[in-house]
């Protein structure tokens, strides 16, 4: 294994690994190194040399320095797992706000130290009442161009984060809410050091970024694009922390700051929404069943429907369940032909039955019936590719029908995993969905684009798409924030962004640690191979693999895979992996 690592780090692939050592100038605008606090720099170090970082007690892991300091403050304190999931969500908002934030959504996976139950909770966004079947379509019923439809009012879900935040740490948590925002709107005021990551996403967006003035006097400051090092103060955002420490989050959704961004919205210039000040009135986060499925001597429990993550990981590892991935190796083709079509075969699944189930009955049972998988996993027996891919029919509790629905997801995003000193365990994705979201900022925070999750496709060969955009309905979502169990007890906390690849980055880092024996960083860092249409898309780092994958009959492509994979392994100590693609580190004590 540590032949791939020294693969992976020849190629200069994930630069991030060595910006998180400090060391690393990317080129361009996103110039300069990543500030890492003292207290994290064993952490950074760790990560660059490709081991876990460790601790006895609680663990955080994170996408930027910063969210993992705040978190850790609070867990040291003795705060549980959601405790520090605000304090950190509130910071992550602040230095990484193209990735999550206010203006976002989440799902939080939670396992209960003193119950031994999962709950799930989605604080996913809604659409507007006033939101219909053709949303993202022209005049003629022809779905829009991507960022057409994504930059304005026009994909603009209810927030759900400030309400999930609040709902969280009213069930689990055991610090004063108000405390804990103090770091954030401290770093607020006194100002962050942009990261190199920000800056060059800045300035990859500027054109959008300048459409609306709010954002364009932020992030292109006298016309310029921040720079990475810069020291950025947020001063609105700071504000609007105050609101959330010291009321709550009703605010947001029936007092001054949902007027905001209802007038966002509706008046984004040349692409206005239709979200009102009655849709955020109306919102509330739901708890879900969770989705727990088996695989080799682990309950993997993830989010279930309106996210697609956890039926769609569960599928992928019910179909690998008869084959011996431990006995091919990490290295062998026939492995990553099984992994990749097993993949494929899910992701059909998911393109027709996979929506929000408060609309339209999803067959979560029957997608998951072993009998079923086992059926679907013979076509997995020959040596080559297969050369289609259809949906299968798992068992209904109703009689169904739908088209095949498609939808585009950009990747932004951000995964929090942690483990408190209570026994508690946290595995939450939260997000705006494309980096910047809808390029609106009220308040300090930018908005969502989170609707454009939904198929822009009502039909499809005359058929209903069960994807399709309805008035408070949820886009489905690919995010899979999940924990693995053994007999009851969490051994493995985990999740990515990285749009709809996203479950193909969580059922990888699952097959590394649970089939290749991997620890939790190199599994992590073990390049991606990811197929979810029949494309195989792999790292460069992995390309020796290619020619193997191509003779099996897959159209291979090597590109960039930047997920964002944060994940804590709880065994006599806690270990924990972040994502040399991305900024984030992992720390305990
Ligand atoms: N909006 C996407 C989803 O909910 C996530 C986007 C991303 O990971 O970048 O599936």
Known sequence: MRAILATLVCLGLPVAAQQAADTVAPEGPGAGALHIPKMLRASAEAKAAGRPAVAGDWMIAAAHPRAVEAGAGVLRAGGTATDAMVAAQAVLGLVEPQSSGLGGGAFLVWHDGDTGEITTLDGRETAPLAATPTLFQDANGKPLDFFEAVVGGRSVGVPGTPALMAEAHERWGRADWSGLFDDAIRLAEEGFAVSPRLAGLVARDAGRLARFESTRAYFLPGGAPLRAGETLRNPAYAETLRILAQQGPEPFYTGDVAADIAAS???????????????????????????????????????????????????????????????????????????????????????????????????????????????????????????????????????????????????????????????????????IENAFGSRLMVRGFLLNNEL??????????????????????????????????RDRQPVLVLGSPGGSRIIGYVAKTIIAWADWGMDVQEAVTLPHLVNRFGRYDIEPAAARLAPA?????????????????????????????????????????
């Open 265 to 431: 919205v509706q008046g984004a210039a040349g692409n206005p929404g239709r979200l009102s000040e009655t849709d955020l009135a109306i919102y509330a986060v739901r708890e879900r069943d969770p989705v727990c499925a088996p695989y080799r001597r682990y309950e993997v429990c993830g989010m279930g429907p309106p996210s697609s993550g956890g039926v769609t990981v569960g599928q992928i590892l019910g179909l690998l369940a008869p084959h011996d991935l431990a006995a091919l190796g990490p290295d062998s083709a026939e492995a990553w032909r099984l992994i990749g079509d097993a993949s494929r075969l899910a992701f059909a699944d998911r393109g027709r039955y996979l929506a929000d189930s408060d609309f339209v009955p999803v067959p979560v049972r029957g997608l998951l019936d072993p009998g079923y998988l086992r059926g679907r996993s013979r076509l997995l027996r020959g040596d080559d590719a297969l050369p289609e891919v259809a949906p299968g029919t798992p068992e209904f509790d109703h009689a169904l029908g739908w088209g095949d629905g498609e939808t585009l997801s950009q990747p932004s995003t951000s995964h929090i995993s942690i483990v408190d000193a209570h026994g508690n365990a946290l595995s939450m994705t939260t997000t």
């Open 549 to 589: 994958l191509e003779g099996m009959g897959y159209e291979v492509e090597a590109r960039a895979l930047t997920s964002g994979l944060h994940a804590v392994e709880i065994g006599e100590r806690l270990t924990g992996g972040a994502d040399p693609r991305r900024e984030g580190l992992a720390y305990g004590e």
């Open 452 to 485: 454009t999750d939904f198929s822009f496709a009502s039909h499809q060969d005359g058929r209903a798409v069960a994807n399709a955009v309805a008035p408070g309905k949820r886009p489905r979502s690919s995010m899979a924030p999940t924990i693995l169990r």
